[in-house]
């Protein structure tokens, strides 16, 4: 709120495709309610696992008090999840993750036909298919201007539990997957481990890159802004929180600066690059050693039951 937030999703402690400290127990989420609204803001939550049917009753539940408290609405991946909240909350705003991989123009119709008021755009559309989506489709949009890539889709990694997979269930009867986060646990970024290809005994390749790279957007926030999308949205859990302010700081200043500047003249990118080149190394820093500790982490063997 401090560095100029508009709006903050927190991720309730089971629900959100982290580890647990990096989640929120309830009393936390109430605050942090609390928190947001005395600071102008919004406060969303993220219920961004796959669910079974047995889960589905036990998150009503949760979002029954979350609404209760003022929450401003829900991040979420799940389908039948989204289409049970619709109902039960038809006026919280639902968000579609990154995890739902919405491409195209039917994709939003049938987000939007279950309850679905905005979507996050996939890291992989263009400028162009943005504006064809924004012109056709009365819906919220919402990109991602810091993230990271995925080789496959991002928010639907099945690669994670290569080495790990750890099954609990918590209080509430909610399943644990630790190793793979569509189902609660947590990402244990295998895809960045030293990979070789081989065919039978032969090895084709020596290396093999799977892409992971985590990006900044800087050069597409001005059009971003003129094509009038609604959100851009800064991925924040797992770092430093003087990293995140420092993060959310540069890029609260940045569209503000755009948005008084005078319409029709150039706006000088070069200072912004400057900053965030050094706001980079501080996020690959942190980034790099929380992968190192979870590849170490996902290669220990799992408790016995």
């Given at each position: ?20 400290r ?11 309610v ?46 039948g ?21 919405i ?28 504006a064809?989506r ?103 859990r797992?770092?430093?929180v ?56 996902g290669?220990?063997p799992?408790?016995?039951?």
């Amino acid at each position: 709120m401090a560095n100029g937030a508009n709006a903050v999703y927190a991720g309730p402690r089971g629900w959100s495709r982290r580890r647990d400290r990096f989640e929120l127990p309830e009393e936390d989420i109430r605050e942090a309610v609390r928190i947001a609204h005395a600071g102008g803001a919004k406060m969303r939550v993220a219920i961004n696992t796959n669910m079974q049917s047995h889960e589905i009753p036990p998150m009503l539940q949760k979002m029954e008090r979350f609404v209760a408290w003022g929450v401003d609405g829900a991040i979420m991946t799940d389908i039948g999840a989204m289409a049970e909240v619709h109902r039960r909350f038809p006026h919280l705003t639902i968000h579609a993750s990154i995890g739902a991989n919405i491409l195209n123009d039917e994709d939003v119709r049938f987000y939007r036909s279950i309850g679905v008021s905005q979507v996050v755009a996939d890291t992989k559309l263009t400028l162009k298919e943005l504006a064809s989506r924004k012109e056709q489709m009365a819906v919220g949009i919402e990109i991602l201007i810091h993230a990271n890539h995925c080789y496959t889709y991002l928010g639907k990694c099945w690669m994670s539990p290569y080495h790990r997979l750890e099954r609990t269930t918590d209080p509430s009867g909610k399943d644990q997957f630790k190793g793979s986060p569509n189902r609660g646990g947590l990402d244990y970024r295998v895809c960045l481990e030293s990979w070789e290809l081989y065919s039978g005994a032969t090895r084709w390749e020596e290396q093999v890159a799977l892409k992971n790279d985590a990006f900044f957007l800087l050069d597409d926030i001005p059009r971003l802004i003129d094509l009038g999308v609604h959100c851009l949205k800064i991925q924040g859990r797992e770092y430093p929180v003087p990293l995140v302010g420092e993060i959310v700081r540069f890029y609260r200043d940045l569209i503000d600066r755009y948005v008084a500047h005078p319409k029709g003249h150039p706006f000088d990118l070069a200072p912004w690059r400057a900053t965030l080149a050094g706001i980079e190394g501080g996020r690959n820093a942190a980034r790099g050693e929380t992968t190192r500790l979870l590849l170490i982490e996902g290669r220990q063997p799992v408790p016995a039951a």
